[in-house]
């Protein structure tokens, strides 16, 4: 449903699944601990910064090329690794735990290296970060951090407040402008 929609006015590029590490169990069913964000544009013209979301990859087979030299690939005290394209499946990122600063009593609360990832590959400084629903404020507590303006809309008093507190709780000394 989520595609049939998005593709109406956009142009769906790929589909990244998230594997949580919690997830709610059910007696009759699997457990669900796996979400979809969609990576859709409006046109042609759309920012993507690569190098902002390369990852480290240990290399298991290193190859030389014909002078000896590593080829695609580093070496440093941690080992062998090459920086790669991020894939399309992420099970790198953990849902804030209660133990964690940023976790709150949102119960779907996004962790916000997850959503750092989205806004440094799809934006620069300056630019505006929306969020649509702003739950616990975790997209704006981390545009705010990446020196991004933001906007959102929230419709949960108890969460507003809450992401209201967030942001006051996360200063920074560079953001263009904070709108909510």
């Not at 030299?69 to 399309?88: I, V």
């Amino acid at each position: 449903m989520t595609q049939v929609i998005l593709e109406k006015k956009l142009e769906i590029k790929n589909r990244i699944t998230w594997k949580r590490e919690k997830g709610r169990g059910a007696a009759r069913n699997w457990k669900n601990n796996m979400e979809d964000i969609w990576f859709a544009v409006a046109g042609r013209d759309y920012t993507f910064n690569l190098e902002a979301v390369k990852e480290r990859k240990k290399v298991i087979a290193p190859y030389r090329d014909k002078e000896g030299k590593p080829k695609d690939w580093q070496s440093d005290e941690a080992g062998n690794f090459r920086m790669t394209h991020p894939s399309n499946i992420w099970n790198d990122l953990v849902v804030p735990f209660w133990s964690m600063s940023e976790n709150t009593p949102h119960p779907t609360q996004k962790p916000e290296k997850l959503i750092e990832r989205l806004i440094l590959a799809s934006s620069n400084p300056g630019d505006m970060v929306f969020d649509p629903f702003m739950g616990s404020g975790t997209t704006a507590v981390v545009a705010k951090k990446l020196n991004r303006a933001y906007i959102g809309f929230e419709s949960d008093e108890l969460f507003y407040k809450l992401l209201h507190k967030r942001l006051l709780q996360n200063p920074t000394q560079n953001n263009p402008k904070t709108l909510f």
